[in-house]
């Protein structure tokens, strides 16, 4: 997609220091950008959208991807990159000793607080989410990821989260 993307090491692990923003998958088909809250809705394949279909959003935060987008065969990823899964996040958490979501988080933009020391580099920006309704939530309170580890009881799979006033790392499912 022509962005070259920062990097860091945690522990045994290379990590992004930013937020993905390809709009095309590794083969390089185009993923689409789904700005419809009905069309997001009754998605049944990939589809990515800028926070509140607002361009100016993609600099700092990147784009958010449906589930479809993730679980794509083409790969979202861009070569020897891979979504994490649960045993790579775990792996993370433990790096960092334990729920130390503040080390994870970034300096500025967490509305309530408190913001975080970044003492990796990871830089975990609240950039909120979309919903399955298609709409879109949690701007500057909650930062969010997916990870390739399916939810083994139905639905999505399982996602990660900070959030505004918490030093934890949750994990949740999507």
């Known amino acids: 997609d022509g962005h070259t993307y920062s990097v860091l090491e945690i522990g045994d692990q290379c990590w992004f220091a930013e937020n993905l923003r390809t709009a095309v998958y ?13 069309t997001w809705t009754n998605l049944n394949s990939g589809g990515q959208s800028t926070y509140d279909n607002d361009p100016s959003n993609l600099q700092d935060y990147g784009r958010l ?5 993730v679980e794509d065969n ?15 996040v775990q792996t993370l958490i433990d790096e ?12 500025s933009g967490w509305t309530a607080g408190p913001n975080g020391t970044n003492d990796y580099g990871f ?12 709409g879109y939530a949690n701007l500057s ?7 390739s580890s399916p939810n083994l009881n139905g639905g999505d799979a399982h996602v990660y989260s900070l959030i ?11």
């Open 164 to 174: 505004d006033n918490s030093d934890e790392v949750y994990r949740q499912y999507g």
């Open 123 to 134: 830089d975990g920006r609240p950039a909120g989410y979309r919903a399955t309704n298609g």
């Open 96 to 107: 960092i000793g334990g729920q130390g979501a503040l080390k994870l988080k970034s300096t």
């Open 141 to 147: 309170t909650l930062a969010t990821w997916w990870t």
């Open 26 to 38: 590794f083969d390089g088909t185009a993923i689409p950008e789904v700005t419809d809250n009905g």
């Open 65 to 69: 991807y449906n589930w479809h987008a």
């Open 74 to 88: 083409r790969g979202l990823c861009p070569t020897g990159y891979s979504v994490p899964d649960d045993t790579d």
